[in-house]
């Protein structure tokens, strides 16, 4: 290898973390190890000898907090990964008196072993470790030492980080769109990568990737999404929008709702009311049905809560919901809420044209 190019790999990697990141990820830490060695010094029954906290729980807590979404870092590896670790090393010292050779069996089991049950967690290598080579004290605890303080500790890590990932905006556990059974999938997933795809493209690569083919999947399509606002030039629904909207109060009738669709030639109208704050919106197949009558209040038959967008949505957004949600008309909202314009099938697909003639 070029010595330039094994220099730049040294380098640190292109991934950043924000500063509410960094703050989560510290702060998160600081209270879990904490609360981690308070509890397992409360817990009656302790040798003395034994620390209330061991030192692979620094490595867990840099999962849980800095790296959440990751399959190593999720409940059952966690807890399995660290506690069923600690078996294999007790087991190693108790069955093996020279240290080294201790040592290197409880690791080189370990790993299979929770490979073997799903539960890989890199800090539970360090807990075979530290059960094979801990000395006296830990061959006196035995077996107990996976419950204490490894399991404890463990626990509470698990559920400090639960409260402040989840506090702070970051589901934890993470638990990736489950793909869709049965159903025929939405347009874009029809023409686009599912799930399958990027997991049977993980398998060809037999790499042993530490990642959960939804959160590629959710990754690449984020990707597309953003290559697309591109390809439209960074275009918004703002300058895409028809201003002059036709709007309808929750208390004028279904009779009134018909003429103004009949009058301008429009399929759906807000429902908005008197400071243009949108409830609601009524369709044409929602007036003209049957069982419809004409004196009813259109609040009886509207659709609400409604799905709106915002002036600076970018227009690549609207792919998704009108193609995958079956949308055709999406009330545009300003910046203090209220009715701005709204957005049609027919603007979307003048757009997508253009974009595509210009290719």
């Known amino acids: 290898m070029d010595r330039r190019v094994w220099i730049s790999a040294l380098r640190p990697g292109p991934v950043g973390y ?45 999962l849980l907090f800095a790296a959440p979404a990751s399959p190593l870092a999720q409940p059952w590896p966690v807890l399995a990964g660290n506690t069923v670790s600690t078996l294999v090393g007790v087991a190693a010292g108790k069955l093996l008196d020279d240290v080294t050779l201790a040592a290197a069996v409880a690791v080189g089991v370990a790993i299979p072993v929770m490979m073997a049950l799903r539960c890989v967690h890199p800090p539970g290598g360090a807990c075979a470790l530290f059960a094979a080579v801990g000395g006296s004290a830990v061959a006196e605890h035995g077996w107990a030492f996976a419950l204490w303080p490894v399991g404890v500790d463990t626990l509470v890590l ?8 989840n506090l702070t905006g970051r589901p934890y556990p993470h638990v990736p769109e489950p793909p869709r059974t049965g159903a025929e999938p939405p347009p874009t997933e029809r023409v686009g990568l599912r799930t399958e795809d990027v997991r049977a493209a993980m398998d060809r690569l037999d790499r042993g990737l530490d990642v959960m083919p939804g959160d590629v999947l959710a990754l690449v399509r984020d990707a597309e999404e953003h290559a697309l606002d591109r390809r439209l030039g960074r ?4 300058v895409l929008m028809a201003r002059d909207v036709r709007t309808v109060q929750p208390q004028e009738t279904l009779y009134r709702a018909r003429m103004l669709m009949n009058q301008h030639a429009v399929k759906a109208l807000p429902v908005v009311t008197d400071d243009a704050r949108v409830v609601g919106i009524v369709t044409v197949h929602d007036l003209f049905n049957l069982d419809v009558v004409a004196l009813r209040p259109v609040a009886d038959v509207m659709s609400s ?19 995958d949600r079956g ?14 314009g709204i957005v049609t099938r027919a603007e979307l697909v003048a757009v997508l ?3 595509l003639v210009g290719s």
């Open 158 to 165: 698990l559920v400090v980080a639960a409260l402040v990932n």
């Open 18 to 62: 924000r500063r509410s990141e960094v703050l989560r990820a510290g702060l998160g830490a600081l209270f879990g190890i904490a609360l981690a060695g308070l509890t397992a010094q409360a817990v009656p029954g302790g040798p003395a000898a034994l620390p209330w906290i061991v030192a692979p729980m620094g490595a867990t807590a840099v």
């Open 327 to 340: 949308l055709r008309h999406l009330p545009v909202l300003d910046d203090a809420g209220r009715l701005a």
């Open 235 to 238: 275009l918004r629904v703002g």
């Open 305 to 323: 809560p409604v799905t709106t967008v915002g002036v600076d949505t970018p227009v690549s957004e609207l792919v998704g919901l009108m193609a």
């Open 353 to 355: 044209h253009r974009a």
